[in-house]
């Protein structure tokens, strides 16, 4: 077993080491986290392998699939992946051998573990250019994991995030909470901040390696995040690069909505604290550049339960009333509590009560009143009761005009961003 | 010697590949010839080659380096005269050399009295010798071969007035093989040599003999007959006789000319070369196993003949699009470097005078299977010149000593048939033959080491190849074996030290012993055989029941 970090007991196994050390130095890598996913696996490692042969054949390459503990044969499924005939219809090849390893987390699975297996990885072998995919990605074609390699693996970008083509009520937790906010505060606006697939290089995946926050529940849950935030809060250069259609995961639901605003927003909190010798110092923002087409929102017909939204925020705003009032200015509170007890067709969570909320929420976070992944879960009901007001408001809106909806939104984040600051110095 | 022995020779033979006009000039006119080539046999009987390959020597206007021969049973004037040649072939087979002589078969000069016959009247009998047309038309789907210089394969001639087929240069009209007195007379040409006492024939352009309407005039049935009926002739007359096929194709067409063991029995592996070269620099092994894998079992008498450079320019012919520009990139920069589809310099500049380098590209020469073939100069490394035109740029003298000439002629040096190499880096001051002769540690040396360990087994010229898949693909490995010989070669392609585990499991209980130093290494056991290996770094075992 080898030590991979001085500052903490993280290990890799001597077998993976093993396979490392048979790859050597690479230019490109390509991590595939996973977790039972046998049956999807193999596509994404043939999307993978005509990504390189299309985009990258001289470059030293491996595909790395860090396993979470699958029961279904996903690392034999991943081993044995075969690229159909159909898919190299120009008889285009690598100049050097495709590598693929596969491992299981190190210590105890977790997207975290995974993820900081692959940084090791990438370490080790000194990869210059590293995406990371995930293997259920129905939409992921090879143009989009080279859109992800390039812009590090040639244009010294650091951390390349993805921009999709959305339905306009998908991608709302970013919409409305992290990707205003992280702009607002550290003056970057990336519009995707948790996802799935993005590239990055060496430099910021070594930087990321040797943090001291690995045992960050925030780090645990949504190490992508983690890393997007510590890219644009320490100058790293930072790109987004249009993927196309995202599709939605036919798995979605409620618990969903829970893990995400627990482990994005943690994950940003998280941030915020670590970082705020930098932030304090920042005033306004500016864009990050694009390469390809911008995002893109759709508004083809869709299903929304907003009853149970509704719900769910009425039931968390007064079950929740001792926490919230702990973290929650009197006046933001006692408006919250006016909100949800609004007739259900008129509700209105407006931009200056959500901005209100939120810096409170991160402000409360710093201070640390309570324990802060309950503080974090209190804010879902308020995240709820935002939507619900937002799809109120929303229904019938076109693409530009929910577009313009967000720009006001951040612009509201910037101009409050006082608030924040004066909030977050409070007890100091 | 050479008359008789072993009818299997040319798979033992270690060919060495030279220009006698490059090689040492006797009468100091700044032109090499055969009593200079005379006086240097015993440094090539040093060097342990046991065959030599000579470019044409015959008249020739020399307008494409004597590839256009105007007189087939001569010697070009500058290289001295037939007695010279059979003084020169007697001193060879007395040193246990072989001599191959380069024959074109499918074109002569636009000088040769047999085209001037036949241009002189339509009705003169030596007209039908070649091929004629009233158009420039027919066979279009033939390709142009030189396209930096010919726009047709058809050439006006303005005595005759009609247009003549030229598959290479407009001044080298095919033969016309339909036509069975040019069989004939060929065939009278190669008695002519075989009769003086060469040991075989490397046979220029083969694939372009016959020329068929509605084809691309290559490869064609009628010129696989035609080389049978040359090989009939061949092993009922003189046995032990070799020929070797020219045919820039890929294996599996190429292999097409070894027939039944009944047309050549050699050819060039032209697609392993550029892999040799492309796998170093890639450090990565998977172009050669590749073309390997892609290369078919041939018959049990046929071998293939290997080199890592030539006379020509590296031809990229046989490989796709994108590693013809990956290695453009990365060994013909400068584009001065490019002709044709090729990169004309020599072995030690292409891996940019890199001695490890130029020792792992030997190695593999020497222990894949074939017969190995070294370009002269390459073993003492020497450099090319690519501001001469053409491919003359790597068919600069020999260099010899560090003095007059690079030792090569005592001409004035404006005289000399192309000047020597005279940079700091490649020049003769640097590199020659005297030099290298007095260091153990030269390329030289160590060449003439390697060239032992070759003929220490016939493991390497007849065995089977069987490579081993560690996972560091970094590292190429493979078995060559021969009924109970087995030899395990183990290269290191990559600029950085590489650990390697090998599964040598089927051979268990044998001990390897490293061919040069013959040092014993940890017997083989059940674990998978650890090896770390320095950059570039190549190991020979035998593996041996001890």
């Known amino acids: 077993m080898a030590v991979i970090s001085s500052t903490e007991d993280f290990l890799l196994a001597d077998d993976f080491l093993r396979q490392l050390m048979s790859v050597g130095e690479v230019d490109l890598l390509v991590g595939i986290p996973s977790l039972n996913n046998a049956t999807t696996i193999s596509r994404?490692?043939?999307?993978?392998?005509?990504?390189f042969q299309e985009s990258f054949p001289r470059d030293r390459v491996v595909i790395l699939?860090?396993?979470?503990?699958?029961?279904?044969?996903?690392?034999?499924?991943f081993l044995s992946a075969m690229l159909s005939k159909n898919s190299n219809p120009w008889g285009l090849t690598s100049l050097r051998t495709i590598h693929r390893i596969t491992t299981s987390c190190s210590n105890a699975p977790s997207q975290g573990g995974a993820f900081r297996t692959m940084l090791a990885a990438a370490d080790l072998l000194r990869a210059k250019a590293c995406a990371v995919i995930s293997p259920v990605a129905s939409n992921l074609t090879p143009a989009c994991i080279s859109a992800l390699l390039y812009p590090a693996a040639r244009e010294n970008f650091d951390y390349v995030a993805p921009l999709y083509r959305r339905h306009r009520f998908d991608g709302l937790l970013a919409r409305h909470l992290l990707y205003p906010m992280s702009r607002a505060i550290f003056g970057k606006g990336i519009r995707e901040l948790h996802s799935e697939e993005f590239g990055f290089s060496c430099r910021l995946g070594s930087h990321c390696l040797n943090q001291n926050g690995w045992r960050d529940e925030a780090v645990q849950f949504s190490p992508e995040t983690w890393m997007a935030l510590g890219a644009i809060s320490s100058d790293f250069r930072c790109c987004q690069t249009f993927l196309g259609q995202k599709t939605r995961p036919v798995t979605s639901s409620g618990t969903d909505i829970v893990a995400a605003v627990r482990g994005n927003v943690a994950a940003l909190f998280s941030c915020i604290e670590s970082q705020q010798v930098v932030w304090m110092e920042r005033t306004g923002s500016e864009p990050v550049p694009t390469i390809g087409s911008d995002h893109d929102l759709t508004s083809e017909p869709v299903r929304v339960n907003r009853k149970r939204m509704l719900e769910m925020f009425r039931s968390g705003v007064s079950g929740l009333t001792t926490i919230l009032e702990t973290i929650l200015e009197p006046g933001t509170h006692a408006e919250i509590q006016r909100i949800a007890a609004m007739d259900g067709r008129r509700v209105t969570f407006a931009a200056e009560v959500w901005v209100r909320t939120l810096y409170e929420f991160a402000a409360a976070y710093h201070h640390s009143v309570l324990n802060r992944d309950h503080l974090i879960q209190a804010l879902v009901p308020l995240y709820r009761g935002r939507i619900?007001?937002?799809?109120?408001?929303?229904?019938?809106?076109?693409?530009?005009?929910?577009?313009?909806?967000?720009?006001?939104?951040?612009?509201?984040?910037?101009?409050?961003?006082?608030?924040l600051l004066e909030k977050w110095k409070a007890r100091e | 010697m050479a008359a008789g022995g072993d009818s299997l020779w040319y798979k033992d033979a270690i060919i060495y590949q030279l220009h006698v006009r490059a090689f040492c000039d006797s009468n100091n006119d700044g032109i090499g010839d055969f009593p200079g080539l005379v006086q240097k046999l015993d440094y090539l009987q040093e060097l342990g080659i046991n065959a030599l390959w000579l470019m044409p020597f015959f008249p020739s206007p020399l307008r494409d380096d004597g590839y256009d021969i105007s007189d087939y049973t001569a010697i070009h004037q500058h290289y001295g005269s037939l007695e010279n040649f059979k003084t020169f072939l007697n001193a060879a087979h007395d040193r246990s050399i072989r001599i191959i002589i380069e024959l074109v078969l499918n074109h002569t000069s636009d000088q040769?009295?047999?085209?001037?016959?036949?241009?002189?009247?339509?009705?003169?009998?030596?007209?039908?010798?070649?091929?004629?047309?009233?158009?420039?038309?027919?066979?279009?789907?033939?390709?142009?071969?030189?396209?930096?210089?010919e726009t047709s394969n058809w050439a006006w001639d303005p005595i005759s007035k009609s247009y003549y087929w030229h598959r290479f240069f407009s001044h080298q009209p095919d033969l016309n093989y339909d036509n069975p007195a040019v069989f004939d007379a060929m065939w009278d040409v190669m008695?002519?040599?075989?009769?003086?006492?060469?040991d075989g024939f490397r046979l220029d352009a083969i694939p372009f003999l016959v020329e068929r309407d509605g084809t691309r005039c290559e490869n064609l049935p009628e010129t696989h007959a035609i080389v049978r009926e040359f090989r009939r002739r061949l092993d009922e007359a003189y046995p032990n006789k070799m020929l070797l096929a020219e045919a820039n194709l890929w294996p599996a067409d190429v292999s097409s000319y070894f027939g039944v063991g009944d047309e050549f029995h050699m050819a060039f592996h032209f697609p392993l070369m550029p892999r040799m070269f492309m796998a170093v620099q890639l450090e990565d092994r998977k172009p050669i196993i590749e073309i390997m894998e892609q290369t078919p079992r041939i018959p049990a008498t046929c071998q293939w003949c290997i080199f890592l450079r030539n006379h020509d320019e590296l031809t990229l012919a046989t490989v796709t699009?994108?590693?013809?520009?990956?290695?453009?990139?990365?060994?013909?920069?400068?584009?001065?470097?490019?002709?044709?589809?090729?990169?004309?310099r020599r072995l030690a500049p292409m891996v940019d005078n890199d001695r490890r380098r130029v020792q792992l590209l030997n190695v593999l020469l020497m222990s894949m299977p074939g017969t190995p073939i070294i370009y002269y100069g390459d073993e003492i490394g020497m450099g090319d010149n690519v501001y001469l035109h053409d491919r003359n740029g790597v068919r600069t003298p020999m260099?010899?000593?560090?003095?007059?000439?690079?030792?090569?002629?005592?001409?004035?040096?404006?005289?000399?048939?192309?000047?020597?190499?005279?940079?700091?880096?490649?020049?003769?001051?640097?590199?020659?033959?005297?030099?290298?002769?007095?260091?153990?540690?030269?390329?030289?040396?160590?060449?003439?080491?390697?060239?032992?360990i070759r003929k220490s087994s016939r493991v390497f010229s007849r065995g089977s190849?069987?490579?081993?898949?560690?996972?560091?693909?970094?590292?190429?490995?493979?078995?060559?074996?021969?009924?109970?010989?087995?030899?395990?070669?183990?290269?290191?392609?990559?600029?950085?030290?590489?650990?390697?585990?090998?599964?040598?499991?089927?051979?268990?209980?044998?001990?390897?012993?490293?061919?040069?130093?013959?040092?014993?290494?940890?017997?083989?056991?059940?674990?998978?055989?650890?090896?770390?290996?320095?950059?570039?770094?190549?190991?020979?075992?035998?593996?041996?029941?001890?």
């Open chain 2, 465 to 546: 190849i069987e490579f081993l898949q560690p996972s560091n693909h970094r590292v190429l490995a493979y078995i060559r074996e021969s009924g109970e010989e087995k030899i395990l070669v183990v290269n290191n392609l990559s600029a950085s030290s590489q650990a390697v585990e090998l599964n040598l499991q089927r051979y268990k209980g044998t001990v390897p012993v490293e061919m040069a130093s013959r040092n014993l290494f940890p017997r083989i056991g059940d674990l998978p055989y650890l090896m770390t290996m320095g950059p570039y770094q190549s190991f020979a075992f035998r593996l041996r029941r001890l």
């Open chain 2, 399 to 452: 260099q010899w000593n560090g003095g007059w000439n690079a030792g090569f002629s005592g001409a004035d040096p404006e005289r000399l048939y192309s000047p020597v190499i005279s940079n700091p880096v490649y020049g003769y001051q640097a590199i020659n033959v005297e030099s290298q002769k007095r260091s153990p540690h030269s390329l030289l040396s160590w060449m003439k080491r390697l060239i032992e």
């Open chain 1, 44 to 51: 994404a490692v043939e999307m993978i392998e005509q990504a």
């Open chain 2, 191 to 198: 008695k002519f040599w075989l009769n003086i006492g060469v």
């Open chain 1, 388 to 419: 619900y007001s937002f799809l109120l408001e929303h229904h019938d809106s076109s693409p530009e005009e929910i577009e313009a909806d967000t720009e006001t939104l951040c612009l509201e984040f910037e101009h409050r961003r006082p608030y």
């Open chain 1, 65 to 77: 699939n860090v396993d979470d503990g699958s029961r279904d044969s996903t690392s034999e499924a």
């Open chain 2, 321 to 344: 699009d994108i590693e013809r520009d990956y290695m453009y990139d990365e060994y013909a920069r400068d584009t001065t470097m490019r002709l044709n589809l090729g990169i004309r």
């Open chain 2, 112 to 149: 040769h009295p047999w085209f001037k016959e036949a241009q002189s009247s339509r009705e003169n009998p030596k007209r039908n010798w070649y091929v004629w047309s009233e158009t420039d038309t027919r066979y279009p789907e033939a390709s142009i071969i030189f396209l930096d210089t």
